[in-house]
């Protein structure tokens, strides 16, 4: 079964600061994985994917993302925070027959 | 509209009432998901809609919990004789055929059981 963790369910960086958002899934094959923000009051959006190609994923916002196999992990990054990227981020996996599985969420809180 | 389309954004009921949640998917999506997100927590699939095939309910709570989609389109999800414990944001999604493709999400139904 598959299953996805994310590390930390608060997060807080200084405005400038390099982002790092953990994630980490178990999977049984080779599996698709998503990044998603989610901002107050709304659903949420599509930050990037990994569908297996390139291994560095790059999305919106600046936010890119690396897959590695070895580690089961596909961590968010961005190397500069703005006020704006404060919001809640879930990690996802999806096998190629199975429904999405989501992370519990890290919430990014971004200091002046 | 382009997007997922949640009706209605708010709703507030009394406990034991019955409400229903809807949702209008991206035109030519042919999967459709609701989820449950509580305070605080993640998101808790409910059930999920592929074309034509018999939907995966496996998520739902408990009886009092149904979902419909008509004509592989407009979805609405049933909840009888509220709890308390079922006040969350409700989440449709719809996305494509295949795993790859990501999922387009609504704004969701904010409800509240008093």
């Known amino acids: 079964a598959q299953s996805v963790t994310q590390l930390g369910s608060h997060v807080s960086v200084s405005e400038g600061a390099l982002v790092l958002l953990r994630c980490n899934y178990s999977?049984?094959?080779?599996?698709?994985l998503f990044w998603y923000v989610q901002y107050p009051n709304q659903g949420l959006q599509l930050l990037l994917k990994?569908?297996?190609?390139?291994?560095l994923v790059k999305g919106i916002n600046g936010f890119e993302a690396e897959f590695k196999k070895s580690e089961t992990s596909f961590h968010l990054t961005k190397p500069s925070a703005h006020m704006s990227d404060a919001a809640e981020y879930f990690c996802?996996?999806?096998?190629?027959?199975?429904?999405?599985?989501f992370g519990k969420g890290t919430r990014l809180h971004i200091l002046p | 509209g382009a997007g997922v389309s949640q009706s209605p954004s708010n709703k507030v009921t009394e406990k034991g009432k019955d409400v229903e949640l809807r949702c209008d998917p991206i035109s030519g999506h042919t999967a459709l998901y609701w989820y449950r997100q509580s305070l605080g927590q993640g998101l808790e699939f409910l059930i999920y809609?592929?074309?034509?095939?018999?939907?995966?309910k496996s998520g739902l709570p408990s009886d009092r919990f149904s979902a419909e989609r008509t004509g592989g389109s407009v979805s609405t999800l049933t909840i009888q004789r509220t709890q308390q414990e079922d006040s969350a944001v409700y989440l449709c999604?719809?996305?494509?055929?295949?795993?790859?493709?990501?999922?387009?999400f609504g704004d969701g139904t904010r409800l509240s059981i008093l």
């Open positions: 999604a719809s996305s494509t055929q295949g795993a790859r493709q990501p999922q387009h």
């Open positions: 809609f592929q074309g034509n095939s018999a939907p995966d």
């Open positions: 999977s049984s094959v080779p599996p698709y």
């Open positions: 990994y569908t297996s190609a390139a291994t």
């Open positions: 996802a996996v999806r096998n190629r027959d199975d429904k999405i599985i």
